[in-house]
C-alpha cells in the first residue's frame, strides 16, 4: 500500500487564484511529520511547509497553508494567489518516528500557473 | 549560510565503472540523507547518518552502493561496478536533527545527475 498518495499527476489553476494539492497518507505511528517541498525545473527541492501530528493547528507560511485533517490522514497543501512562479512539482513526504528520519515521498503533482 | 551542496552536479560514466559522489551538508546539522529521483520510481531513501549512530542502510537497493560520513560532515555515496539503471539524479539533504518538530525538516542540495552509459 502507499504510504503517501497524491492523486492529481497535473493541475492548472489561473494566476491569483488558489488551488489545493491533495495528499494522503497511511500510518499507523501517532508521531510522524508531514512535509510539503517545491521542485521547479531547475531540480532543487525547496521546503515549503511542515506540520507535526501534535500539531493542533494548521501550518502557514507565508501564501501556503496546509490543510491537516488528521482522522482523514489528509494533509492538502493551499497555495493562495498563485503566481507564475509556482509553476513546478509539488511533492507531500511523510517521516515517522518508528522509522527513524527518512522521508517518504508521494509521486508528485505537478503545476501549472496559467497567466 | 550556505546550503547544501553536491559535487559533480553532472556525471557520465561507462557501465562497470565506479563513481563518488560528494556532500556537504549545511553548517551545524547533525542529520545527512541521501535520496535517489529516477523516472520510474520516483523519490527513494537510500541512506542517512545521525551523528555517531550507525547509519541506516535501508534503502540501499544492492551491496553495490555504499556511503560514509567523514568527521560528521562531508559524505560520500559510491557506486560500484555501475548499471544503466542506477541513472538517476541523486539527492542530498541534511537536517538539525533526525526528529522533532522544525528541527527535522530536511534541506536539500541542488543533486548529481548520473548517467551510465
Known amino acids: 500500500a502507499q504510504k503517501i498518495t497524491q492523486t492529481q499527476p497535473g493541475m492548472f489553476v489561473q494566476e491569483k487564484e488558489a488551488v489545493t494539492l491533495d495528499c494522503t497518507y497511511d500510518?499507523?505511528?501517532?508521531?510522524?511529520?508531514l512535509f510539503w517541498y517545491k521542485q521547479p525545473s531547475s531540480g532543487e527541492m525547496i521546503f515549503l511547509i511542515y506540520?507535526?501530528?501534535?500539531?493542533?493547528q494548521n501550518a502557514t507560511e507565508g501564501r501556503y497553508s496546509l490543510n491537516f485533517q488528521k482522522a482523514r490522514k489528509s494533509a492538502n497543501l493551499v497555495i493562495s494567489a498563485s503566481q507564475l512562479g509556482d509553476s513546478a512539482m509539488y511533492f507531500c513526504?511523510?517521516?515517522?518516528?518508528?522509522?527513524?528520519?527518512?522521508?517518504?515521498f508521494g509521486q508528485g503533482t505537478e503545476l501549472s500557473v496559467k497567466p | 549560510g550556505a546550503g547544501v551542496s553536491q559535487s559533480p552536479s553532472n556525471k557520465v560514466t561507462e557501465k562497470g565503472k565506479d563513481v563518488e559522489l560528494r556532500c556537504d551538508p549545511i553548517?551545524?546539522?547533525?542529520?545527512l540523507y541521501w535520496y535517489r529521483q529516477s523516472l520510474g520510481q520516483g523519490l527513494e531513501f537510500l541512506i542517512y547518518f545521525q551523528g555517531n549512530s550507525a547509519p541506516d542502510k535501508s534503502g540501499l537497493p544492492s551491496d553495490r552502493f555504499s556511503a560514509e560520513r567523514t568527521g560528521g560532515s562531508v559524505s560520500t555515496l559510491t557506486i560500484q561496478r555501475t548499471q544503466q539503471e542506477d541513472s538517476a539524479v541523486y539527492l542530498c539533504?541534511?537536517?538539525?536533527?533526525?526528529?522533532?518538530?522544525?528541527?527535522?525538516?530536511?534541506?536539500f542540495g541542488p543533486g548529481t545527475r548520473l548517467l551510465v552509459l
Open positions: 553548517s551545524g546539522h547533525t542529520a
Open positions: 500510518t499507523s505511528d501517532p508521531s510522524y511529520g
Open positions: 539533504a541534511s537536517s538539525l536533527s533526525p526528529r522533532g518538530g522544525l528541527e527535522e525538516t530536511q534541506y
Open positions: 506540520q507535526g501530528s501534535y500539531d493542533q
Open positions: 513526504a511523510m517521516r515517522e518516528d518508528n522509522q527513524g528520519g527518512k522521508l517518504i
